[in-house]
């Protein structure tokens, strides 16, 4: 029996749907009733393969009933919050439970020093010293599902408006990762000893710059829009601004400053070790399209 905390997000939920329709037993962590409605969605396709159980990882105590019998585990809650990530060892640890595959990000590879990069690395520190037999798979920006919070609000943004602000030049590389990718690489690293005690970048088959991408959604999708590029000093004024005014935003001024790296992530370890061979962006894009239903 596998057991899934996180089940319930973006990525948890291609990652539940692949095991069970694989035929594997999964055992979910709910924290509310909200998230076991979600779930109990998804086990009608499968009621044989998903057992849904309660918890919540502000304490370890409460997750120790759902994971007993289990032999394998596996987090997809951000790293971020690390006190998360230490009662998730510790009551694993409790439980005797060994082998387990933590989903980080690329954010802990970018050259600058933002709060959220310290948080993940203070947690891959944890792992790194909990005696577990974890994986740690660190995706670049994922794409492909909705609620991804980047290509999906994108892609509706578009639809509805017609238009896309570009903060900077749009020169910069990005590498985004299609969700199956992602999903196919836990599941193949669960099985894979060879994939214990080691941290793996996934990242989409070829780096691309924001211009291209946007040329390559234009042509997937049909939908002619505008693109308007605004010079990063600009944006970073407008957003503090927007945020100032408004109270709240999904954007901040770091993320902005972000926009100027290139984000490319070579990933030869797991082609190597467990056969990584992820889609390029235009067979994830035109997936996540039609998926959509553009
Ligand atoms: N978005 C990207 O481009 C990207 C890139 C790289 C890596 N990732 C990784 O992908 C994963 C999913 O991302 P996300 O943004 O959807 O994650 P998230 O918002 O941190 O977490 C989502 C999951 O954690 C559960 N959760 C949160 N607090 C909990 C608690 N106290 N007890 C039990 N469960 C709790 C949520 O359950 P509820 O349903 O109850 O809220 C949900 O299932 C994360 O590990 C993230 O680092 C994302």
Redesign the pocket.
């Known amino acids: 029996m596998i057991y899934l905390?996180?089940?319930?997000?973006?990525?948890?939920k291609r990652i539940l749907i692949r095991l069970a329709g694989n035929g594997e037993k999964v055992r979910c962590?709910a924290?509310?009733m909200e998230?076991r409605r979600r779930l109990e969605e998804i086990k009608l396709k499968f009621p044989d393969c998903i057992e849904i159980v309660g918890g919540?990882?502000?304490s370890p105590d409460s997750l120790v009933y759902g994971l007993k019998d289990i032999e394998k585990a596996i987090y997809?809650?951000?790293?971020e919050y690390h006190g998360?990530v230490k009662n998730f060892i510790e009551a694993l640890r409790k439980c005797n439970v060994k082998r387990t595959v933590f989903?980080s990000?690329t954010t802990v590879l970018i050259p600058t020093d933002i709060k959220v990069k310290k948080d993940k690395i203070k947690s891959e520190e944890y792992i790194r010293n909990s005696g577990l037999d974890y994986t740690v798979l660190r995706?670049s920006?994922?794409y492909g599902a909705d609620g991804?919070?980047?290509f999906s609000k994108m892609l509706k943004f578009i639809r509805k408006k017609r238009f896309f602000v570009v903060f900077g030049s749009g020169e910069n590389m990005i590498q985004p990762v299609y969700v199956e990718d992602v999903a196919k690489a836990v599941t193949g690293v669960l099985e894979n000893s060879k994939t214990i005690k080691k941290i793996y970048e996934l990242a989409g088959k070829y780096p691309l710059k924001y211009n291209e991408m946007l040329k390559i959604v234009r042509m997937k999708s049909n939908l002619p829009f505008k693109i308007i590029k605004l010079p990063i000093g600009i944006s970073k004024f407008a957003v503090s601004i927007y945020k100032q005014i408004m109270k709240k935003s999904d954007l901040d001024t770091d993320q902005i400053e972000r926009m100027k790296i290139d984000k490319v992530y070579p990933y030869n370890e797991a082609a190597n070790d467990f056969g990584y061979s992820p889609v390029s962006f235009e067979e994830g894009i035109e997936k996540e399209i039609s998926e959509l239903e553009f």
């Not at 905390?5 to 948890?12: D, H, I, P």
Request: no cysteine; net charge positive; proline share 4%.
């Open positions: 905390a996180g089940a319930t997000s973006f990525l948890g962590l924290r509310s998230a919540n990882l502000l997809v809650v951000r790293l998360y989903i990000s995706p920006m994922i991804d919070n980047n």
